[in-house]
């Protein structure tokens, strides 16, 4: 969260949502994103755009549309950062 990467995200969301976003550590269990950070050497996150209770993976799972809308703004927010 500390490095330059999570910097330039924080820039993203402040940009998109004009605060600050929360920051947890967690994620997934079923995001195999590690081979891929320690094979190329570069940082990489995670940003889940989907409420809590979501239930992912389940019969019953979902999205609210509110986190959709929030998660294209946040996706659009990230791809048009200038880069450092």
Known sequence: MDSEAGAWLRE????AFGK??????ISGGS???SPF????GIPAVTIPTVNADN???SPNENLRLGNYKEGILTIMSVL???MY
């Open 55 to 57: 239930n992912q993976h």
């Open 20 to 25: 600050a976003p929360v920051q947890i550590r």
């Open 31 to 33: 995001i195999p994103i």
């Open 37 to 40: 950070v320690d094979a190329l």
């Open 12 to 15: 993203s969301m402040d940009r």
């Open 80 to 82: 048009t950062q200038p």
